[in-house]
């Protein structure tokens, strides 16, 4: 008996642990981040990446609901990189190697999507979002790498976001 209750005794806060959380991609960063969108018209910037660095392209969909556009936020490595807000674009640049890029809804963390690629000095990546609509089919956003012909030519038709953190 007296064994029976020291391994109660010592079992007892193993079983009172709380469950651990399943793991989240490491890629999108916080969900508090809520970004403010500018599109700026006639601007389709043609740059190339800084000196030891590749550039990534974030572009947003035309397919999507025009009156329901949600602000699509990235991250990348676990940090919010900025936003876009319905056909639409913008790029910045990252150190080679390999990253973890997310890109999900602003308000709803649960609709998010992930993607990983190896970047190397003087490459270009283009990563094209799809949102799709609730009426027919499930909320959800479709997320990957574009070929980069497909890539230049929606940043050739989409508008370029300007995006800052609102306080």
């Not at 674009?89 to 602003?106: I, M, R, T």
Request: charged fraction near 20%.
């Amino acid at each position: 008996m007296k064994i029976a209750i020291v391994l109660f005794l010592l079992a007892s806060p193993a079983l009172a642990q709380k469950p651990t959380d399943p793991p989240v991609a490491p890629a999108c960063g916080t969900d508090d981040a809520n970004f403010e969108v500018t599109k700026v018209k006639d601007q389709h910037p043609v740059t190339q990446p800084e000196a030891e660095k590749a550039l990534v392209y974030f572009e947003d969909d035309r397919e999507y609901d025009p009156t329901r556009k949600p602000t699509m936020l990235a991250g990348l490595d676990g940090r919010r990189v900025g936003a876009t807000h319905g056909n639409s674009y913008f790029y910045f640049s990252v150190a080679p190697g390999e990253h973890h890029f997310c890109a999900s809804w602003q308000g709803k963390s649960q609709t998010r999507a992930v993607a990983h690629f190896t970047a190397e000095t003087g490459k270009v990546y283009y990563f094209g979002v799809k949102n799709r609509a609730g009426t027919y089919q499930a909320y959800g956003i479709e997320f990957g790498p574009l070929d980069s012909d497909q890539g230049l030519l929606l940043g050739s038709t989409f508008l370029l976001s300007t995006f800052q953190l609102k306080r």
